[in-house]
Every structure is written in C-alpha cells, then in structure tokens.
Nanobody, 121 residues
Framework: QVQLVESGGGLVQAGGSLRLSCAAS????????MGWYRQAPGNQRELVAA???????HYTDSVKGRFIISRDNAQNTVFLQMNSLKPEDTAVYYC???????????????WGQGTQVTVSS
C-alpha cells in the first residue's frame, strides 16, 4: 500500500543540526497531513511537527523556533530540519502520513520504522 522510509538520523552534538527525510511510496492517490513523532525511553510518543497538503504547519512547544517541517508534494516527501539540538531531543523519530490510495476511498494512517536521533551534551 504505502511505505514510509525515514533517513537522516544520527549522532550530533548539542547545538548542532540534523535534517530528517521521509519518502512515501506505493499506490498513493493523495497524501493529506504528514508529520513527525518521536519517542524517547520512558516517554510517551509525541507529535513533534505536522504539515498539511496546503503547507499549514504545527509544532509542539518544545521545538518551536528550532525545528522546521516542510514537504515536497511532487516527491511525496516530508522533511524535518532540526536546529539548535538539545540532549532532550534524543529519541526515535517516526514519520507519519495520512494517505489515500487508489484502492481505498478513505484515507489511512501510515508509519515509518523510525530513525534514531542522538544528541550528546
């Protein structure tokens, strides 16, 4: 159906930057909202940022002003530019997409496998 593949995670020092990418593939008719979630050990999975098909964005307060979400609709790809990284940003980051395929008239929620982001102090 729809596959989401994340890339760009890794190890970075505090204050550094990282750019995550998530490419959607498969029998995609359209993608509505795409977003990034993260989960750190002992924490709940939380929404980090989201962007709809028109470009409207949403950020959780803890990353506002530091992270930027964007998307390339032609390539079904969403990006997360992470600046001024802090150790508390360390988590597995998951790509999410609300997408519709040719086979189904209703949209479904799809998830990537996650990419590890580690910020050292």
């Amino acid at each position: 159906q729809v596959q989401l593949v994340e890339s760009g995670g890794g190890l970075v020092q505090a204050g550094g930057s990282l750019r995550l990418s998530c490419a959607a593939s498969g029998s995609i008719f359209s993608i509505n909202t795409m977003g990034w979630y993260r989960q750190a050990p002992g924490n709940q999975r939380e929404l980090v940022a989201a962007i709809d098909s028109g470009g409207t964005t949403h950020y959780t307060d803890s990353v506002k002003g530091r992270f930027i979400i964007s998307r390339d609709n032609a390539q079904n790809t969403v990006f997360l530019q992470m600046n001024s990284l802090k150790p508390e940003d360390t988590a597995v980051y998951y790509c999410n997409a609300d997408a519709r395929t040719l086979r189904f008239s209703r949209s479904r929620d799809y998830w990537g496998q996650g990419t590890q982001v580690t910020v050292s102090s």
